[in-house]
T-cell receptor
Framework: GEDVEQSLFLSVREGDSSVINCTYT??????LYWYKQEPGAGLQLLTY?????DMKQDQRLTVLLNKKDKHLSLRIADTQTGDSAIYFC??????????FGQGTELSVKP | DTAVSQTPKYLVTQMGNDKSIKCEQN?????MYWYKQDSKKFLKIMFS???????INETVPNRFSPKSPDKAHLNLHINSLELGDSAVYFC???????????????FGSGTQLSVL
């Protein structure tokens, strides 16, 4: 079945870049997504990439997609303490249903 | 105005009780969902409704019964609560989901259910 995997934790210092990685299995996913969950809140869509793109940049966020290796990454430049959250990678299965990874908890130390 | 609102935010109850969680969205979306997030933060879809009709029903015990009185509301009723039901339950909504379209979900802030 479809599977999305991420590492569970990442710790960085304020001002550094953060890179969160994800691997997925369903190559039919037209879009791939990054959602952010702050403590005590629901998930919010952070950014997404169309599957025929290699890269998408949105201010401090850069999404890289390697479709051959089924690898997605999210780079956050100049990471701030407000970026501390759980980041979920997601793909859609053949029925259009979102499949989430288990989330990467990003901790930003001052 | 909150786009997707769910109540209550916290729910503490005894095993065996019956409880409901309500969800409303004011985005005009056709599709609504219930997700369960366990203690390890793993997020799994439970149900999806499109315009009041059930379209996704994952392997969920039949003690869980969703009800959609109209397309802006999707409530979740749970009978005979068990310890393992303790989790955070998220409601979400999106435009009509078609394969290959951009599935942007809007989530509520969650209901933390604790079964004692």
């Amino acid at each position: 079945g479809e599977d999305v995997e991420q590492s569970l934790f990442l710790s960085v210092r304020e001002g550094d870049s953060s890179v969160i990685n994800c691997t997925y299995t369903d190559s039919s996913s037209t879009y791939l997504y990054w959602y952010k969950q702050e403590p005590g809140a629901g998930l919010q869509l952070l950014t997404y990439i169309f599957s025929n793109m290699d890269m998408k940049q949105d201010q401090r966020l850069t999404v890289l997609l390697n479709k051959k290796d089924k690898h997605l990454s999210l780079r956050i430049a100049d990471t701030q303490t407000g970026d501390s959250a759980i980041y979920f990678c997601a793909e859609t299965d053949q029925g259009g249903k979102l499949i989430f990874g288990q989330g990467t908890e990003l901790s930003v130390k001052p | 105005d909150t786009a997707v609102s769910q109540t209550p935010k916290y729910l503490v109850t005894q095993m065996g009780n019956d409880k409901s969680i309500k969800c409303e969205q004011n985005l005009g979306h056709d599709t609504m969902y219930w997700y369960k997030q366990d203690s390890k933060k793993f997020l799994k879809i439970m149900f999806s409704y499109n315009n009041k009709e059930l379209i996704i029903n994952e392997t969920v015990p039949n003690r869980f019964s969703p009800k959609s009185p109209d397309k802006a509301h999707l409530n979740l009723h749970i009978n005979s609560l068990e310890l393992g039901d303790s989790a955070v339950y998220f409601c979400a909504s999106s435009q009509l989901a078609k394969q290959g379209t951009n599935e942007k979900l809007f989530f509520g802030s969650g209901t933390q259910l604790s079964v004692l």
